[in-house]
């Protein structure tokens, strides 16, 4: 059991409207809240299941409803002096909170049957957050105050989250007040107590290594060896603290450490099973938030000794977030605990594996603390979850392009019966799969099919939306291809249409598609990939890469000056550019992000754009670039973007999509982020998405608030233009692009 008494996540008031509770337990990550009136008094609980009853049962649920109406008022609760064992023994399936209340009633703390997530030093740590990284610097400082200020650099340089000292009093935890050259002492004890004489930092030293973690943005850890260090580290605010595996039996200085409310990381090596379960016995009875690190204490420590699976055993006993403390040689087991659960790793660092001391040779070199934490997150990554299995964005692009799709091998007219020898596979995969032929086969066709045909949902379904006139308050139209200028572009009341180019395009005469100059605007998509695998990128490193891709975009940029003559209202056609600026195995730092602004300032400098105007669009973390994701480091920011558009006279595409996945992943509002780019925006493309990658998804079908955006967007870019860029939309005859016409009505 864990008993918490910071409950700024946990405690809503009953008069607080539903839809705001709501976010509240999304953000909790347990899923419940507790109510309390004006007073604090409690009043009842409301899980997420909960509401996701009360929403089925009520016809039209009002989310504005104060939440004291629909909270569950029948629960368990405690007086918070009760006995733990006793409040223990209140949790089953169908309780797993228990509130605990003052003499008047007040909720005072939550208690949990488990350790769930804790916080140190602001950093959430628990099973479903990324991995905290402590870099163990201990003593590898070898008593050099510049020294330790170069591993905090270091250490928090190659991403580290913590970095963490040891301390003791040497007079009052040895026995002989630490005397190292007591002849009566083990050979062992000698060299430890000859070691820590010269190398232990001072006080004052021990405040300065503090503060410079904190300066750094990291947080400071300490491991107390004695009642004195863990006194003197209460007065420095120290966020947690980190035992040593010497002290997990230690029971009467852990139950000192848990008296200070401060989280606990407790390594456990060196100890016994019963041990183990003794130590967790008193740390639950104690109400200490916890966590626990396996450990081999041997330096190093055998590879065949580590026993990586033993932390499930961790976690089952000690029902709270467990972790590695590694020992070991090299970073592959770190990496490997990762996979295997570990919220925690904490790894010795030092600047030379020479130098005096037995820490040094079980320590990592800075950049192998970089190599390590680096194969942490991409294991992090790479772990997902137990879902059922789904496509990735990347994967359905694959698929439109690799797969195949059932089609129709002969005219067939509305009415006729589709019969099995009517159809064939054939790629590409935009269709119907070909696990789906018995759906298909007995159909009534609903439209004209000619040979080639691919069939669709719609085929043996109902169809989603046909296009129509629209009544829209800003221009708009919808992504074309040549073929579509006459199919798709003539189909309803259009202020613009926006050509996407591919580079097979820049080779074929324009003038062959037209019969006549049409009545829009002309937006140009410019290609993103070209001739020779090579993707656009105006501040590539490679000088002659830049120039060929100023080149590529030359031409784009002549073929739409062609375009417009063919345009009766594109008095300065816009071309929308993917301007570069990826990476391939990390993103950029703000600096570098600078220099290649810098460079795609002088790319456009180089060309002739007399004519036109160029909208760099605004881009996802991790674009698709057919198939494969990168690291994009441009456009990505709203603060940069606007400042590069106030600074140098230039507009954007705003394209929402792409800018939600890059709010999602750095965890920026994505309002505040259309408030701050928007008055610099020129065209918008407009489309759902969902987490870090998910692109181009149908209107609400993914995380984007329309509602919000379209008031935004009124507010701050009411005359710019959009289109619907959704995936694949022009397929059936661009259905998708109706039906996202059709709900963005309501919004825009």
Partial sequence: ?????????????????????????????EGVVACVDGAGVLQGLLTDGD??????????????????????????????????????????????????????????????????????????????????????IGNNHNGSLDTAFRLIDESVEAGADCVKFQMRDLTTLYANSGNADDRQEDLGSQYTLDLLQRYQLTREEMVKVLDRVRDVGAIPLVTPWDMASMRFLLEQEIAAFK?????????????????????LICSTGMTSEDEIQQSIGVLRGSRAKFALLHCNSTYPAPFKDVNLRYMDNLRELGGCPVGYSSHDRGISTSIAAVALGANIIEKHVTLDKEMEGNDHRVSLLPSELTAMIAGIREAE??????????????????????????????????????????????????????????EVVGAIASRRFRPGDVLYPSDIGKRLAEARTYGFTRPFGIPIRYHDLYDLGERSNFDLLEFHLSYKDLGVDESAFFEEVVDRDLVVHAPELFEGDHILDLCATDPDYRQTSIRNLERVVDLTRRLAGWFGRADRPRIVVNVGGFTQDAPLAPHDREVRYEQVLDSFDQMDLDGVEILPQTMPPFPWHFGGQRYQNLFLDPWEIAAFCRDHGYRVCLDTSHSQLACTHNRWSFS???????????????????????EGLQILDGEI????????????????????????????????????????????
């Fill in 672 to 694: 505040d982020f259309v408030t701050i780019v928007g008055p610099h925006v020129s065209h918008l493309h407009i489309a759902d998405a969902s987490g870090v990658d998910g």
């Fill in 705 to 748: 608030d329309f509602p919000v955006l379209g008031r935004t967007l009124l507010e701050v870019a009411p005359e710019a233009s959009f289109i619907p860029e959704i995936w694949q939309g022009h397929k059936n005859a661009g259905e998708a692009f109706w039906r996202a016409l059709e709900l963005l009505e309501s919004y825009l």
């Fill in 243 to 263: 035992t040593a595996s010497a002290d997990f039996t230690n029971l009467g200085f852990l139950r000192s450490l848990a008296s200070t409310e401060r989280p």
């Fill in 381 to 438: 990554a790479a772990l997902g979850d137990a879902s059922p299995r789904s496509m990735s964005q990347g994967e359905l692009m694959n698929r439109e392009t690799l797969a195949k799709s059932l089609t129709i091998k002969q005219d067939l007219f509305p009415g006729d019966v589709i019969a099995a020898d009517m159809l064939e596979v054939r790629s590409p995969g935009r269709g119907l799969q070909p696990n789906r032929i018995s």
């Fill in 1 to 29: 059991m864990i008993v918490d008494s910071d409950l700024t996540r946990f405690v809503v008031l009953d008069e607080e409207a539903v839809r705001l509770v709501l976010a509240k337990i999304d953000a909790n990550s």
């Fill in 51 to 136: 509401v996701r009853r009360w929403m089925i049962e009520s016809s039209s649920p009002d989310l504005d409803l104060p939440v004291g109406a629909i909270i569950n008022r029948s629960i368990v609760s405690a007086p918070i002096d009760a006995d733990p064992l006793a409040v223990d023994a209140l949790f089953d399936d169908n309780v797993r909170v228990v509130p605990l209340t003052d003499s008047l009633g007040r909720c005072v703390a939550l208690a949990w049957p488990h350790q769930g997530n804790f916080v140190v030093g602001g950093r959430r740590i628990g099973p479903r957050d990324p991995c905290f990284v402590i870099a163990e």
